[in-house]
């Protein structure tokens, strides 16, 4: 699949005084994770303009690969939540269920990180983001839908929605190397 538009929000009047606060003070020069070759959140892994992914389903799991940063996100099928012990990390722990045809994840764990750095917002810890992700039967196309929950940095929860196509094109190996060592 890859990205049909780019539409993603750019996030104005929905941040709290901290989220606009946390915005101020990022540098992308600096503070953008993809210096340290790390997808950031979900919500970046999905709006990567131009780079192609491959959704699969294995027995328990459904398994996303994208080109950018050679990622690979897996949504357990088999759990409601993490395991004890589990790490917290800039993806977070996803977790997943069908509606129907359309696929519901929902995605905690997170560590206070990078939401989008294009326009520098952040999340808290608190993070929960719920996607759905369906094909639309008479285009074809892959619709994503996500919600993103964080009081701390939005002032409600904010949903945005992304079409993206199928395409021939394969996945190349990104292959980063920090600081942008291209």
């Not at 897996?74 to 996803?94: E, K, Q, W």
């Not at 905690?108 to 952040?122: C, H, I, S």
Request: charge should be negative; include cysteine; proline fraction near 8%.
């Amino acid at each position: 699949w890859a990205m049909k538009r780019f539409a993603v929000s750019r996030y104005l009047g929905v941040l709290t005084e901290e989220g606009e606060r946390l915005r101020a003070a990022f540098d992308p020069i600096k503070d953008d994770p993809a210096i340290y070759c790390d997808p950031a959140s979900p919500v970046r892994f999905w709006v990567n303009v131009n780079e192609p992914f491959e959704i699969k389903r294995d027995e328990n799991a459904v398994v996303v690969e994208h080109q950018f940063m050679d990622s690979r996100r897996v949504i357990h099928l088999d759990a409601t939540a993490p395991p004890p012990g589990t790490p917290r990390s800039t993806m977070g722990y996803s977790t997943g269920r069908f509606d129907g045809p359309a696929l519901v994840i929902e995605t905690t764990n997170f560590v206070a990180a990078t939401l989008e750095p294009r326009y520098g917002v952040m999340h808290s810890a608190d993070l929960k983001l719920t996607e759905r992700i369906e094909v639309d039967e008479a285009t074809q196309e892959l619709k994503i839908t996500w919600t993103i929950d964080d009081p701390i940095v939005f002032k409600e929860p904010h949903t945005q929605q992304e079409i993206f196509v199928r395409t021939e094109r394969w996945r190349e190996p990104y292959d980063c190397k920090p600081g942008y060592q291209q």
